[in-house]
């Protein structure tokens, strides 16, 4: 079945702790993204990638971290997490970075305290 | 820069129509719409070239007008299942810059 995995689906951490969320796709997909969701904000995108070793950030990238080391994963990383970074956090991919359909992971809701 | 989504927010009871707008200030190239239900992640609906095509989706459709910048989805005869948030996403014509960008989301409650 194709499908965008992430994990944990729930985390909640104390502020400074380094943590990773895992995303990965079984569709061969170039582009890959992070995004995350506040209320009354939408999805606002983190970072994203177009292919292997080359990633940029998006609109939100402050805090954040990425790599993209193999084509079908696509971790998140943050390096010292704030209470500020608690959201709802989705992975997608895409077969290409313009006009082809994004899938998304399930999310990944994050509370930093 | 985020496209804005209108109505924020809609209550309709099933069977009646709902259209969702979303407008841009920069020159688009595609227009995507995704349906997110509650706890679960955003769905692909539909894309829109530049082009003004109207596509559909069994009572779901949506133009885009790309000289205004504007796409609108429609949904007609509402069933319970179309309820949840409706976000737009916009890919800008710059060059090297495409990405996707989305709206805020439009919350769409069906009753009975």
């Known amino acids: 079945e194709a499908q965008v995995t992430q994990n944990p689906r729930y985390l909640i951490t104390v502020t400074g702790k380094k943590l990773t969320v895992t995303c990965s796709q079984n569709?061969?997909?170039?582009?890959m993204s992070w995004y995350r969701q506040d209320p009354g904000l939408g999805l606002r995108q983190i970072y994203y990638?177009?292919?292997?070793?080359?990633?940029d950030k998006g609109d939100v990238p402050e805090g954040y971290k990425v790599s993209r080391k193999e084509k079908r994963n696509f971790p998140l990383i943050l390096e010292s997490p704030s209470p500020n970074q608690t959201s709802l956090y989705f992975c997608?991919?895409?077969?290409?970075?313009?006009?082809?359909?994004?899938?998304f992971g399930q999310g990944t809701r994050l509370t930093v305290v | 820069q985020q496209p804005v989504q209108s109505p924020q927010a809609v209550i309709l009871r099933e069977g009646e129509d709902a259209v969702i707008n979303c407008s841009s200030s920069?020159?688009?190239?595609?227009v995507h719409w995704y349906r997110q239900k509650h706890g679960e992640a955003p769905v692909f609906l539909m894309i829109?070239?530049?082009?003004?095509e109207q596509k559909g989706h069994e009572k779901i459709s949506a133009s885009f007008n790309e000289k205004k910048q504007q796409s609108s989805l429609y949904l007609t005869a509402s069933q319970l299942s179309y309820s949840g948030t409706y976000f737009c996403?916009?890919?800008?014509?710059?060059?090297?810059?495409?990405?996707?960008?989305f709206g805020t989301g439009t919350r769409l409650t069906i009753i009975p």
């Open positions: 569709m061969n997909h170039e582009y």
């Open positions: 990638s177009m292919n292997v070793e080359v990633t």
């Open positions: 920069k020159a688009l190239y595609s």
């Open positions: 997608a991919s895409s077969f290409d970075r313009v006009n082809t359909e994004a899938f």
């Open positions: 829109l070239l530049k082009g003004g």
């Open positions: 996403g916009t890919e800008g014509q710059v060059f090297g810059n495409e990405k996707l960008t």
